[in-house]
């Protein structure tokens, strides 16, 4: 190659950056926005019974007005950041009911918990042996 056909393959990649960084931004979004929705469809079905009907029809709402947007091929990065954040908002805020529902559950359960944990530990070490490598 010459240094006219390199130069002008060095301005045609500079062209080209914006558009590429546009890009990267859309699907960096859709990924976000797509997180998002599992996270949310997780969440309803690991917790189901423990979340109050109001919370769960909004947030399914805002699950559906994600899924809406994913479904557009031609979707900005912007289409995604207001109902991407509102649907985040809502995790949050039911994820923190929920907490405290569990923290005010008391500390007896807490406390059968880890005695339960600590005794699993102990019966995942007894499988363990030691023993010396010889050369």
Do not use: H, W
Request: glycine residues 6%; aromatic residues 2%; without cysteine.
């Amino acid at each position: 190659m010459d240094e006219n056909e390199v130069d002008e393959l060095v301005k045609e990649a500079e062209a080209k950056r914006e558009e590429d960084k546009q890009k990267k931004e859309v699907v960096d979004a859709r990924n976000t926005a797509d997180g998002a929705v599992a996270q949310a469809e997780k969440l309803l079905k690991d917790n189901e019974g423990k979340i109050e009907d109001a919370d769960k029809t909004s947030l399914e709402e805002k699950i559906q007005a994600v899924k809406d947007i994913l479904g557009k091929s031609d979707a900005t990065k912007d289409d995604f950041e207001a109902p991407s954040k509102a649907l985040q908002d809502a995790l949050m805020q039911i994820g923190q009911k929920i907490y405290s529902q569990a923290d005010a559950g008391g500390e007896a359960s807490t406390e059968s918990s880890s005695t339960e944990e600590s005794g699993t530990e102990n019966k995942k070490d007894d499988d363990v042996q030691d023993g010396e490598v010889e050369k």
